[in-house]
């Protein structure tokens, strides 16, 4: 089992940036866990963002945030974060965080949480 808790979310300007954070908590190793970020908007379905490795230096992106978002963990504190730059209105979605064991789907979501790009 995974209990992942996301953080950092809240209203940002075009633009600008945002930090979210996901807590990765229930098991003794990670060592093969992999990580996402999902996004879904109003309306839209839930879209793949960003995913790592948890022990391994290979990130993958969708095109739409490549050069914007970037994905990183911290091993030691069993987190995952979801640095947003270059904010668009289009980034307005509620951001989720999830994992996958082995070549398994992605099984293990977070409460998910609200970012906003607005003037």
């Known amino acids: 089992q995974v209990q992942l808790v996301e953080s950092g979310g809240g209203l940002v300007q075009p633009g600008g940036s945002l930090r979210l954070s996901c807590a990765a908590s229930?098991?003794?190793?990670?060592?093969?866990?992999?990580m996402a970020w999902f996004r879904q908007a109003p309306g839209k379905q839930r879209e793949f963002v960003a995913g790592?490795?948890?022990?391994?230096?290979?990130?993958s992106y969708a095109d739409f945030v490549k050069g914007r978002f970037t994905i990183s963990r911290d091993n030691a504190k069993n987190m995952v974060y979801l640095q947003m730059n270059s904010a668009k209105p289009e980034d307005t979605a509620v951001y989720l965080c999830?994992?996958?064991?082995?070549?398994?789907?992605?099984?293990?979501w977070g409460q998910g949480i609200q970012v906003t790009v607005s003037s």
């Open positions: 999830a994992a996958k064991i082995g070549d398994s789907g992605y099984d293990y």
């Open positions: 229930g098991r003794t190793s990670f060592s093969n866990v992999r």
């Open positions: 790592v490795s948890w022990y391994s230096t290979t990130s």
